[in-house]
């Protein structure tokens, strides 16, 4: 079954430790995406990437970081330095063709930091 | 940048009658509108999508328009059912390239 993969579905964390959550997909995908969403809200754009070994910032960077050294993986670091990190976090892929850019989501990932 | 606009934030209809929602966007560029519904603790799913060279797309009981010159997409939901309650997200880009801009969301309730 192909589809996008994202673990933990429930996340617990200390205030001041980092955390990584996974993204993985089999859908060879070529643009992969984080999303956060706080209650009620919208999906604010975190980081994306287009191809592997690059990434660009989106709108809410600050506090984040990822890396993308396969097409299948795409992890995203909260570190302490992100204010407010306890949120929804969401994973997307694409592929980058015209016709094709329908983007694919998981499950997400709800992080709780204390 | 790109702005989308979705109205309204929540809305409550008759299960059986329908449900439209409305979304403007500021790049006149743009030319890819996808609908998006997410269901509680879930990631969103595209259930129909539409493109600029496009007025009018139907899929059972959904249906989008698309009016380029007003720059404004509505999704329309007919005989709504129970299972339609969820969030609704519409978005607009520029194409495969370029970046989803999402609008706010709107809740849907369909009563019983």
């Known amino acids: 079954d192909g589809g996008i993969t994202q673990s933990p579905k429930y996340l617990f964390r200390k205030e001041g430790q980092n955390v990584t959550l996974s993204c993985e997909q089999n859908?060879?995908?070529?643009?992969m995406y984080w999303y956060r969403q706080d209650p009620g809200q919208g999906l604010r754009l975190i980081y994306y990437?287009?191809?592997?070994?690059?990434?660009q910032k989106g709108d809410i960077a600050e506090g984040y970081s990822v890396s993308r050294e396969k097409k299948e993986s795409f992890p995203l670091t909260v570190t302490s330095a992100q204010k407010n990190p306890t949120a929804f976090y969401l994973c997307?892929?694409?592929?980058?063709?015209?016709?094709?850019?329908?983007?694919?989501f998981g499950p997400g990932t709800r992080l709780t930091v204390t | 940048g790109e702005n989308v606009e979705q109205h309204p934030s929540t809305l409550s209809v008759q299960e059986g009658d329908s449900a439209v929602i409305k979304c403007t966007y500021s790049?006149?560029?743009?030319?890819?509108f996808p609908w998006y519904k997410q269901e509680l603790g879930k990631g969103p799913q595209l259930i129909i999508d539409?493109?600029?060279n496009v007025g009018e797309k139907k899929d059972q009981r959904i249906a989008v328009t698309l009016n380029k010159t007003a720059k404004h997409f509505s999704l329309h939901i007919t005989e709504t059912q129970p299972e339609d309650s969820a969030v609704y997200f519409c978005?607009?880009?520029?194409?495969?390239?370029?970046?989803?801009?999402w609008g706010a969301g709107t809740k849907l309730i369909i009563k019983p």
């Open positions: 997307a892929s694409t592929y980058r063709t015209s016709g094709r850019d329908e983007q694919y």
């Open positions: 859908l060879n995908h070529d643009a």
């Open positions: 990437s287009q191809i592997v070994n690059d990434f």
């Open positions: 790049d006149s560029a743009s030319n890819y």
């Open positions: 539409i493109r600029s």
């Open positions: 978005a607009a880009s520029k194409g495969s390239n370029y970046q989803l801009i």
